[in-house]
């Protein structure tokens, strides 16, 4: 699974690179992450119904992915593949927080927002109509952030006040949500079976996290066909089928 399986990896190459003063793994990590999440979504809803946004096509901040999640709901996705440096995991030393947040999620938010204000004032390449639609903003993070819908999230719509956001980008709806990929990967089955919309009614009357609503509306264990295929494929004679 590309978090479980893949974060220790990662940190390690990461910081060779980094002892080296070269950004050349970050780069190619959040290529590789972007894709990722692309082909996931395009497993969910459909190669004809999920768009890059090209980033030359656009100047400024857009977000990765728009999707038609169904007729009335579309999804724009921000793809986050950093990782929290380790002095503020170990010490959760607050300024640090703060602005590793900065720089990742209000950047990340904002890229949301213009991809909305693009999408409603019909300036974006891929034609399709969003009038009447339900639109919903998502960072989809490599890192594990619990805490951030929970604890930070009213000083994250501070921030996004402070760079005056909504006078930016009018008539773009205030809302975002963070869904973590290991979440991504289990949303297979439950999109086959519940609207992209039920699931966030669910999650905002009840203030869960998306694996928490998984939980909720599918007592079964979840899983996910192409990664099933992929461990079948390369890693069943260490550990077994999976089925």
Wanted: with cysteine; glycine share 4%.
């Amino acid at each position: 699974k590309f978090h479980g399986d893949l974060s220790p990896v990662n940190r390690e190459l990461r910081d060779i690179f980094l002892a080296d003063k070269s950004q050349d793994f970050l780069n190619y990590w959040g290529h590789i992450f972007e894709e990722y999440v692309g082909i996931l979504l395009k497993q969910y809803f459909g190669v004809e119904n999920v768009f890059r946004i090209e980033e030359n096509d656009y100047p400024g901040k857009k977000a990765d992915w728009i999707a038609i999640a169904e007729k009335s709901t579309i999804l724009i996705v921000e793809c986050k593949s950093s990782l929290l440096p380790f002095g503020v995991r170990m010490t959760f030393e607050e300024n640090g927080f703060q602005d590793w947040i900065m720089e990742n999620f209000v950047s990340g938010i904002e890229q949301l927002f213009s991809t909305e204000y693009l999408l409603i004032s019909n300036r974006l390449k891929i034609k399709f109509d969003a009038k009447d639609k339900t639109i919903l903003k998502i960072i989809v993070t490599y890192e594990n952030l619990y805490f951030i819908e929970s604890i930070w999230k009213d000083i994250i719509r501070r921030y996004m006040s402070d760079i005056s956001l909504n006078i930016k980008y009018p008539k773009v709806s205030n809302n975002f949500y963070t869904m973590h990929i290991l979440e991504l990967e289990l949303l297979e089955e439950v999109v086959a079976k519940h609207s992209f919309k039920e699931i966030i009614d669910i999650k905002e009357n009840k203030k869960l996290t998306f694996f928490n609503v998984f939980k909720e509306i599918e007592k079964t264990k979840l899983s996910n066909r192409l990664l099933k295929d992929i461990e079948n494929k390369f890693f069943s004679k260490f550990i077994g089928e999976i089925t």
